[in-house]
C-alpha cells in the first residue's frame, strides 16, 4: 500500500470531494462488471478537472504509483480494474462530466471524458443533431472509456467505430504533460499521431480527459424491423440482398438466436416476442432518413421485405409501428448479455472475423464446441454486418464454477481463440484487451504487433504507471526499478 503521507498528497490536490479511502466508496469500483475480476485499491481519486489529473499524475510518477483509469466500469473485459495488490489507484473520470461546446453548424460537440453516453445523445439531440455511437450501457459508459476502447455497438456499419467518430482530443500523458490535440484539423501531417494511439489504448499510455466528436445529422424519420429466419446463412443473404438495395440506408443489422430471445423474455420485465411465429434465427434491421430528398424509411423497408421474403430470404416478418415498439425491439437486443447473466455463468468471447465467413464461423464452429464439452451451450450473437460476433459459452448446469474457468473455460477460450486465428479474424472485436484477454493475446499475436506495442508502451510509460497489466503483455513490471 502507497505510504499514508504519500496519499495525503492526493488528497491536497484533489480536495474531500475528488479523493475518498473509504472502502464502502471504493467497494462498488474494485470489481468489473461481469464480476470476474475483483481487486483493491486504498483510495478513489476523483479529479475534476485536467489540471488536476495532470497534478495526480506527476505525483503518481515521482512516486511511481500504478493508477488505473476508470470511467463508468461498464467495460467486459477488466480494463479498468485494479489488481489484487492494494499498490494501485483507481483514478476516476467521473466527475469531469461536462459538455463544453456545441456546434450545429459544424456538428461537433466538445467535452470532458466523464460525459456518460446517454446524456451525450440528448445534447446532441438539443442542437438537431446525432452522435451515431450506441450500445446497452448507454446509461453508464462514459466518453473517455469509449474512446480508450474503441468502442463499437449497433451503428458501426454505417457509422464506423469510436475512432471514426473523434476529432480530437486531450490527454494527460504518463509524465504529467498534457497533450493538446483539441484542434479538429482535416489535415495534419506533423508526424506520428499520438491521437490515434490514444483511441483504443485502454489507458495503457496517457488519460484521455477532454474530446472533440463528430456527430450526424438528426434523423427525419426511422424504420425497424424484426425478420425470422432460419440460420446465420439466411441472414448473411439477407444483409447482402439488403446492402445491395438499400446500403446507403441500413444502419444496423444483428442476429440473435432463438434462445437468446428465449432468456430476455424470460429474465427480462416488459420484454415479449416481435413475431407470433418460432424461427431458429432472428434479424433486427434500422433504416433510416436524415435527407428530405429520401424515400420514408418505412415504405423502403416495406418494398425492400416484400422482395426479400419473395426470395427466400426469410421466413416472417413485421416492421415496428411506433418509436416505443421500434425501441422495445432494440430492447431486446441490448439486454441479451444482462439476460445471459441471469441464466447463468458463461465464457463471453468478443471477437470478429471477415464479415463473409461470420455465418460459417457459428454454424460450424458452435456444434464444435458443444460436442467436445459435453453439458455447454453456445450463444452466438451480434453485428452480422460488420463480423463481429459475441460467442459465449454457458457453462454445464451444477458445476463448480471457479474450477470450471480454470479447467475446461481456459480450454474452451483457447479452442474459440484459435479457431477465430484461422479465420483470420480477432479476439477482441470491440471491447479490448484489458486483463481478461491478455494471456491469449500474448500467445496469439504475431511477434511484430507485440514488439510494437510494447516499444510504444515503453516508450511513453517507461516507468509503467498508467494501467500496468491491461492489454500489452510486458515480460516484467517496471514499478520497482
Known amino acids: 500500500m502507497p505510504d499514508v503521507k504519500i496519499l495525503s498528497k492526493f488528497r491536497t490536490i484533489l480536495g474531500p470531494k475528488g479523493y475518498s479511502d473509504e472502502t464502502d466508496v471504493i467497494a462498488p469500483w474494485l470489481t468489473d462488471w461481469r464480476g470476474r475480476f475483483t481487486g483493491a485499491a486504498p483510495a478513489l481519486l476523483s479529479p475534476a478537472n485536467t489540471h488536476e489529473v495532470a497534478a495526480v499524475v506527476k505525483l503518481a510518477a515521482k512516486h511511481r504509483i500504478a493508477l488505473v483509469p476508470q470511467g463508468g466500469n461498464s467495460g467486459m473485459v477488466a ?18 462530466n461536462n459538455i463544453t461546446a456545441m456546434d450545429a453548424e ?13 446524456n451525450l445523445h440528448e445534447a446532441a439531440a438539443a442542437i438537431g443533431r446525432r452522435f451515431p455511437l450506441t450500445l446497452g450501457g448507454k446509461g453508464s459508459a462514459t466518453v473517455g472509456g469509449l474512446i480508450s476502447t474503441n468502442a ?27 497533450y493538446d490535440a483539441m484542434a479538429p484539423l482535416k489535415k495534419d501531417n506533423r508526424g506520428y499521431d499520438l491521437k ?21 445529422p438528426a434523423l427525419i424519420d426511422r424504420c425497424v424491423v424484426w425478420a425470422g429466419v432460419d440460420s446465420p446463412a439466411q441472414a ?3 444483409l447482402l440482398f439488403m446492402q445491395r438495395h438499400g446500403r446507403e440506408r441500413l444502419e444496423g443489422f444483428e ?8 432468456a430476455v423474455t424470460t429474465h427480462i420485465a416488459g420484454t415479449r416476442p416481435p413475431l407470433d411465429t418460432t424461427h431458429g434465427w432472428h434479424a433486427l434491421m434500422e433504416f ?43 430492447k431486446i437486443r441490448d439486454s441479451i448479455a444482462e439476460a445471459e447473466r441471469a441464466e447463468g455463468p458463461a465464457l463471453q468471447h468478443d471477437i470478429s472475423v471477415p464479415v463473409s465467413a461470420m455465418a460459417r464461423f457459428i454454424e460450424d464452429e458452435s456444434p464444435v464446441i458443444e460436442s467436445t464439452y459435453p453439458g455447454t451451450k453456445t450463444l452466438a450473437f451480434g453485428h452480422l454486418g460488420d463480423g463481429n460476433i459475441h460467442f459465449h459459452v454457458k457453462a454445464p448446469t451444477g458445476m463448480d464454477m471457479t474450477s470450471w474457468y480454470e479447467g475446461d473455460g481456459k480450454a474452451i477460450t483457447s479452442h474459440v481463440y484459435d479457431r477465430v486465428r484461422a479465420y483470420g479474424g480477432s479476439l477482441s ?52 526499478a
Open 429 to 480: 472485436a470491440e471491447h479490448g484487451i484489458g486483463q481478461a484477454k491478455i494471456a491469449e493475446f500474448e500467445r496469439l499475436a504475431e511477434p511484430a504487433r507485440l514488439a510494437a506495442l510494447r516499444a510504444i508502451k515503453n516508450a511513453l510509460d517507461p516507468l509503467g504507471i498508467m494501467n500496468p497489466g491491461k492489454l500489452v503483455p510486458l515480460a516484467q513490471t517496471r514499478l520497482s
Open 196 to 216: 490515434q494511439l490514444l483511441i483504443g489504448a485502454e489507458g495503457t499510455i496517457g488519460i484521455v480527459t477532454k474530446t472533440v466528436l463528430h456527430t450526424v
Open 288 to 330: 433510416v432518413q436524415d435527407d428530405l430528398g429520401q424515400t420514408p424509411p418505412g415504405e423502403l423497408a416495406t418494398h425492400l421485405l416484400e422482395k426479400a421474403m419473395n426470395e427466400n430470404l426469410l421466413g416472417n416478418a413485421t416492421i415496428a409501428s411506433s418509436d416505443a415498439q421500434a425501441e422495445a425491439f432494440w
Open 152 to 178: 463499437g455497438g449497433t451503428q458501426v456499419l454505417r457509422h464506423g467505430t469510436m475512432r471514426m467518430l473523434v476529432a480530437g482530443l486531450e490527454a494527460v500523458l504518463p509524465d504529467g504533460s498534457i
Open 236 to 238: 448473411y443473404d439477407l
Open 106 to 118: 459544424d456538428g461537433l460537440i466538445c467535452c470532458d471524458a466523464g460525459v456518460i453516453l446517454q
Open 79 to 96: 480494463g479498468a480494474t485494479p489488481d489484487k495488490s492494494g499498490q494501485q489507484l483507481i483514478l476516476s473520470l467521473r466527475r469531469m
Open 255 to 262: 442476429i440473435l438466436p432463438q434462445r437468446a430471445l428465449n
